[in-house]
């Protein structure tokens, strides 16, 4: 099973071009992505309280977001990121953090990947937490535009398939510990101290994806 990313600096380090995040044969390229042998911990972490330091429903506009009408741009129905980019949150570099959004797929092959970009210390390096529409979550790690699956595609009956199909999505970072979870069930766990701080993003990897993002909460750990 390949998964391919290629990232590419865009307009003032604001967005990055995504290619073929997914499952299938035609999602292009050849491969520059590893699986690696996991340090995956699967077992249960207690909630940790949180203290809210960014929130937008992106009900009426997305004031700081990008908005350049194609790829970051806000409608009706949330903020759109469409065509393979990540588009960055007004808040920063973050290190311990909450992030929760709910996403929906609007276009676009249902073996694409979506979801949230964390610690994105520099053009190229970054965490991502994934989901697709078939049911499965991933998690990545790009280090000079080289990115490792650390977590492969995975199924999960907490995700919602289909497109159309809101789901939450969170993830915690705490020091070198991150959980994942969707729709309030924790998916999987991983520990990684490449990256301590950076940016955060929201994110559609495949060229002909579109997804519409609401109610995205940015808490910090107690």
């Known amino acids: 099973m390949a998964v391919v990313v290629v990232l590419v600096a865009c307009t003032g380090g604001t967005i990055f071009a995504i290619r073929a995040l997914g499952q299938t044969p035609d999602t292009g390229g050849?491969?520059?992505?590893?699986?690696?042998?996991?340090?995956?911990?699967?077992?249960?972490t207690p909630t940790p309280a949180l203290t809210v330091i960014y929130q937008d429903t992106f009900a009426s506009d997305a004031s700081g977001w990008l908005q350049d009408g194609s790829h970051c741009y806000h409608a009706s129905d949330?903020?759109?990121?469409?065509?393979?980019?990540?588009?960055?949150?007004?808040?920063?570099?973050?290190?311990?953090?909450?992030?929760?959004?709910?996403?929906?797929?609007?276009?676009?092959?249902?073996?694409?990947?979506?979801?949230?970009a964390f610690r994105r210390a520099s053009a190229g390096n970054s965490y991502d937490f994934m989901i697709d529409s078939?049911?499965?979550?991933?998690?990545?790690?790009?280090?000079?535009?080289?990115?490792?699956?650390?977590?492969?595609?995975?199924?999960?009956?907490?995700?919602?398939?289909?497109?159309?199909?809101?789901?939450?999505?969170e993830v915690t970072a705490k020091g070198s510990h991150f959980d994942f979870s969707v729709n309030g069930a924790k998916v999987g766990s991983y520990d990684d101290s490449t990256f301590t701080s950076g940016?955060?993003?929201?994110?559609?990897?495949?060229?002909?994806?579109?997804?519409?993002?609401?109610?995205?909460v940015i808490s910090r750990p107690s």
């Open 30 to 44: 050849s491969p520059t992505a590893t699986t690696a042998s996991g340090t995956a911990t699967p077992e249960a």
């Open 199 to 216: 940016k955060i993003g929201l994110l559609a990897a495949g060229d002909t994806i579109n997804c519409a993002f609401t109610n995205l």
């Open 78 to 116: 949330g903020y759109h990121v469409a065509n393979g980019y990540e588009c960055f949150a007004p808040v920063g570099l973050q290190s311990d953090v909450d992030i929760s959004v709910k996403v929906q797929q609007v276009s676009g092959p249902t073996t694409y990947a979506y979801g949230i």
């Open 134 to 169: 078939n049911g499965k979550w991933l998690f990545s790690k790009c280090v000079n535009q080289n990115c490792t699956t650390l977590v492969d595609f995975t199924p999960n009956d907490a995700i919602q398939g289909g497109l159309h199909t809101p789901n939450t999505i």
